[in-house]
């Protein structure tokens, strides 16, 4: 299957810091990118879908302004957690949609906030 | 509107037996996919195996098999000759298809397996 990298893998930070998380397609072009978020014991649920040149598409309770994402190129998304605070800490993932039915995910990004 | 439904948080099963692993779904979509995903301690996605709401058959990916009842809505994941390694957190997953705009996945809660030796 298609390889989707996320950087960093975890990241430790102080409450009121931004944080930055890159998700990378490695093996096609993505107009469309999407971000979860998976608490712990909990699935996933879908924050975001990321597209290429415009507005990322937010779902109902997600703040537009504290989560960023900016998908500058068909390979490339980026999720920025604004002013982050504890209960951000999360397990956040991307996943690209493959050419025919199926998705592939990231690694993940593990987001501890002190 | 979408709805994946995992009844089962926990199934145990001893090793090299076989196990099913509860999904019912609702949509009213026509045309829609549904998707077994592995996730292990480190937090990949693995996906497993994907049935389309169209095919007649039963799909099957080695050690995994679906058990599609369409008029039942269920989607239960099989596995066979159970492995030490298959104990992970275990997704079943549906979007609809041929849909303009986004495409992304609806999620169950999830089942834990643990495969005892």
């Known amino acids: 299957g298609a390889v989707v990298s996320q950087h960093p893998s975890w990241v430790i930070c102080k409450s009121g810091t931004s944080v930055k998380i890159e998700c990378r397609s490695l093996?096609?072009?993505?107009?469309?990118m999407f971000w979860y978020r998976q608490f712990p014991k909990q699935s996933l649920m879908l924050m975001a879908t990321?597209?290429?040149?415009?507005?990322?598409?937010?779902e109902q309770g997600v703040e537009k302004d504290k989560f960023l994402i900016n998908h500058a190129s068909l390979t490339l998304s980026t999720l920025t957690v604004t002013s982050a605070h504890p209960e951000d800490s999360s397990f956040y993932i991307c996943?690209?949609?493959?050419?025919?039915?199926?998705?592939?995910f990231g690694p993940g990004t593990r987001l501890t906030v002190l | 509107a979408q709805k994946i439904t995992q009844t089962q948080p926990g199934m145990f099963v001893q090793e090299k037996e076989a196990v099913t692993l509860d999904c019912t779904y609702d949509?009213?979509?026509?045309?829609?996919?549904l998707f077994w995903y592995k996730q292990p301690s480190s937090g990949e996605m693995i996906f497993l195996i994907y049935?389309?709401?169209?095919?007649?058959q039963n799909a099957t990916e080695g050690r995994y098999s679906l058990n599609f009842q369409k008029a039942r809505k269920s989607a239960n994941l099989v596995i066979s000759a159970s492995q030490l390694g298959d104990s992970a957190m275990y997704f079943c997953a549906m979007r609809g298809l041929f849909q303009t705009g986004a495409n992304n996945l609806f999620f169950g809660t999830g089942t834990r397996l643990t495969v005892i030796p």
């Open positions: 949509t009213s979509d026509q045309s829609y996919g």
């Open positions: 049935q389309g709401s169209y095919d007649e």
């Open positions: 990321s597209n290429e040149g415009s507005k990322a598409t937010y």
């Open positions: 093996d096609f072009q993505a107009t469309t």
């Open positions: 996943s690209v949609p493959g050419p025919y039915n199926e998705q592939f």
